[in-house]
């Protein structure tokens, strides 16, 4: 595999003193689907700008296919595809004048490629970007970084104002170019959307990266929760697995945690029946106990990455990150 956009070491002071990158390295394969999660104010968009050429690095360094992003910047921005998280486009721009513009600068397939994705995006041609909404504004920026079939693409929170049907089509588009060999780069805050996706992910907080793993790796290690429950008038054992997280044990009587009152799907009467925790990584720490208690029904979730992330971010706080 070609490495096709390498971090190291990056840091970035802003003017005013605060430093929005502590020491970035990031290593993206080519033809990778490679998401950037972090909260907002993270140093997402702060990492793309570098890697557009468009913000000078304080120290280490960013290149994407063997060029370095600041002193060929402008060689990147012809040749990547990005769009940037703050779409801002000319009110008197479509998509036909979009196309004619960029004819020039683009291969010969670019025309008709362009057709094509509005066609998916249902995006009318000849509509003026003052008159669209937000989210066709985001179409036709989309449309016109995508259509010259880029090897690299960087997209800064790419879905936000499109509907989910249009933010399934987007996906469907990035995955398509992925199994083409491009390389997809794109920032997200919403684990959701690129759950289901993206080969690998990099995880950033406060400009660090905290995590950064194929995703099939992490969700071997993401929590799955369990359910167990017990027919009336059975005892419910008072004492767990070891190596769980409890979530729910019949008899607290202290009122529920938020994380509790989540299990509003099992029914209420069923509560004090019921037990409801989490192990991370293989469940066969749970077998000697479901052999000494038996429970009428039992069940083991698919693992959460969505809990996995929570319990990174708590162990990131605790450990000052
Ligand atoms: P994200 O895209 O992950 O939401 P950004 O990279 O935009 O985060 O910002 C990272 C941090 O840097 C934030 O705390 C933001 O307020 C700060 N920041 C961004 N741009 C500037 C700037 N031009 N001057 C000073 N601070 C900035
Ligand atoms: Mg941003």
Known sequence: ????????????????????LKGINLRVEQGEFYALLGPNGAGKSTTIRILLGLLKPESGSASILGKDCWRDGAAIRRDVGYVAGDVRLYPWLTLERGIKLLKTMRPSTMPERARQLAERFHLEPHLPARKMSRGNRQKLALILALAHDPRVVILDEP?????PLMQDTLMAILRELALLGHTILFSSHTLAEVESLCDRIAVIRDGQIIVDDKLSTLRQQAPRRIVATFSNGRTVPQILPDGCRVLWKPGRTSSPSSEEAELAGIPPAML??????EVSGTVSALLPWLHEHSPD?????APSLD?????YYQQGQGKGL
């Open 1 to 20: 595999m070609t490495t096709a956009l390498v971090i190291e070491n990056l840091t970035k002071t802003y003017k005013n003193g605060f430093q929005a």
């Open 159 to 163: 879905t936000s104002g499109l509907d």
């Open 272 to 277: 004090s029946q019921t037990c409801v925790f």
């Open 297 to 301: 029904d039992f069940s083991v979730g």
């Open 307 to 311: 809990a996995l992330f929570r319990e």
